[in-house]
């Protein structure tokens, strides 16, 4: 059975890059999620194996969501998604919880190489 992905980014255009690469290698989209408050949300109702998460974020940011989410379910894997220039944030991200990075803009084999060590660190 394919690993199921959740996606969150305030942007449409990132959502829809992440969604490719998901789908192109596999993987099953559970849901999207536009900020930090409906990710959490959405992490509770939708269970996935993994989230790629924003950091920088309306309402409330992936740093935050990650935070929360883990503390619900600790086996949680977030994967957060940054982009150059964020390392200080990065850092902020795994102290609360990330599993590890992406950087943007996305290349995709980098993507699911780090997607794919997540997931080996959950099984």
Do not use: W
């Not at 379910?73 to 902020?92: F, K």
């Amino acid at each position: 059975m394919a690993s199921r992905v959740m996606i969150v980014d305030d942007a449409v255009f990132m959502r829809n890059t992440l969604k490719e690469i998901f789908q192109g290698a596999g993987y099953e989209i559970a849901g999207e999620a536009a900020n930090g408050v409906e990710a959490v949300e959405k992490y509770q109702e939708l269970r996935p194996d993994l989230i790629s998460m924003d950091i920088v974020m309306p309402f409330k940011n992936g740093i935050e969501a990650t935070r929360e989410i883990r503390k619900a379910d600790p086996r949680a894997v977030v994967i957060i998604c940054s982009a150059l220039g964020q390392e200080s944030l990065v850092t902020e991200a795994i102290e609360a919880g990330a599993t590890d990075f992406i950087v943007k803009p996305f290349r995709p084999e980098n993507v699911l190489q780090v997607v794919q060590k997540a997931l080996a660190t959950r099984a």
